[in-house]
């Protein structure tokens, strides 16, 4: 059997985007992905955006592996934002079996309820805030590159749960040689609503290389209670991390939260099938293109 057969064979059996998303999860050394992410950011187009007057925000995001985005979204935009999801169905993502529902009354087993991606595009302000001149200085100057808008979701978690699923319990995230997130606080987040917790500049530790779900026993005995930070904050509290840095989504204890988030990245993310939404001209006007390619038309 020729070369060129057998390599058909194989991308046909394992496309060459999802074996790329694999090789580089293999990669869990921070010094050896840095290494590589270098030599993979020499291919891809270069940034137009200078950080300027952010510089410091991006050395936060550096150094500590997030950074707080004060004054970000307007109040009147979260509104809009909320009102617009009031409207819309969700699903688990987890169990997919169970269809589409609203989210004020999920099935039991129901840890998040996520909405559409294209309820999501369509929605007053998601790609506004996606494309924010300040997050994609900031972004760009820590991928080093042009972003590459790779996700976005918006979820509520729900209440009623003691055993964590997935992501509700400390991990790293292996997407892509590098990426940072943006999340967006739609609803107030105090304690008893599940707030974000992250490990500060757990982003460079060699530690907790592998990839799996940690406990918070084990979380605890390494960085203490007082290495976690969560993130509490009124509706529109916004923030970048890097989340190769230990963290979790908790589970809320009474009150449900509402979550928008955006990832950037180098690649598009090789396990998600992309299929971009064709928009109305004004809804794209002054989005770079690039940026946006994976998901607008």
């Known amino acids: 059997m020729s070369k060129n ?3 058909k064979i194989i991308y046909r059996i394992y496309p060459l985007k999802r074996l790329g998303f694999f090789s580089q999860r ?17 291919r891809l ?9 952010y510089e410091k925000d991006a050395k936060l995001l550096q150094t500590n592996g997030y950074v707080m985005l004060d004054d970000l979204v307007p109040h009147n935009e979260i509104e809009q934002m909320v009102d617009w999801f009031s409207t819309k169905l969700t699903n688990d993502r987890y169990n997919e079996s169970e269809g589409f529902f609203d989210p004020l009354y999920p099935p039991a087993s129901c840890h998040t309820a996520s909405f559409s991606t294209e309820d999501i595009l369509r929605s007053p302000h998601a790609l506004k805030w996606a494309n924010d001149d300040r997050v994609l200085r900031i972004v760009e100057a820590e991928l080093g590159v042009k972003a590459t808008l790779s996700n976005i979701s918006t979820w509520w978690s729900i209440p009623g749960h003691d055993t964590p699923q997935a992501a509700e319990s400390f991990h790293r995230d292996v997407d892509d040689l590098r990426f940072i997130k943006l999340f967006v606080y739609l609803t107030d987040v105090d304690d008893e609503s599940g707030p974000h917790a992250f490990i500060p500049k757990s982003q460079k530790h060699m530690g907790y290389r592998t ?11 390494e ?3 007082t290495g976690i930070k969560y993130f509490t904050g009124t509706k529109g509290t916004a923030f970048l991390e890097n989340t190769f840095g230990l963290h979790k989504g908790q589970i809320p204890k009474k009150k449900r939260r509402l979550l928008f988030q955006a990832q950037y990245s180098l690649h598009p993310i090789g396990l998600s099938d992309y299929s971009p939404t064709r928009l109305s001209d004004g809804t794209k006007e002054g989005l770079d293109q690039y940026t946006n390619r994976l998901y607008i038309k």
């Open 45 to 53: 187009p270069k940034s137009d955006l200078s950080v300027g007057p």
């Open 5 to 7: 057969i057998f390599q």
């Open 211 to 221: 990839i799996r779900r940690y406990s918070d026993e084990e979380i605890k005995n």
């Open 223 to 225: 960085f203490g209670d």
């Open 26 to 42: 293999l990669l869990t050394n921070p010094l050896h992905r840095d290494v590589i992410s270098k030599l993979a950011c020499k």
